[in-house]
């Protein structure tokens, strides 16, 4: 379901090239944001407004935005232990 939510965000020319190479994660997140929403099959998705999609978007954008930022603390985190650990 989610893989046609991306092809409508290529076809309407809002996704980076990070954005598009990065197809598998968007598709993911996507699929959460679009749950999240109550829009569950291809029909809906066909249907809803250009300006719908790019709310879409924006809500994913988020949600990568916030992992990566919880990924990078995390391998902080790490190397502050390993640091630590090594320095011992």
């Known amino acids: 379901m989610s893989e046609f939510a991306f092809f409508r965000f290529v076809s309407l020319n809002l996704l980076t090239q990070e954005e598009k190479d990065n197809k598998t994660e968007m598709i993911s ?11 569950e099959c291809d029909a809906k998705i066909a249907k809803v407004s250009e300006e719908t999609i790019r709310e879409i978007l924006t809500e994913v954008r ?12 995390s ?5 502050v232990a390993i640091t630590r650990k090594t320095s011992n």
Request: no cysteine; glycine share 4%.
């Open 29 to 39: 997140v996507t699929e959460e944001v679009l749950d999240a929403q109550g829009i």
């Open 62 to 73: 988020k949600r990568r935005k916030k992992r990566a930022r919880i990924t990078d603390e």
């Open 75 to 79: 391998d902080e985190e790490q190397e």
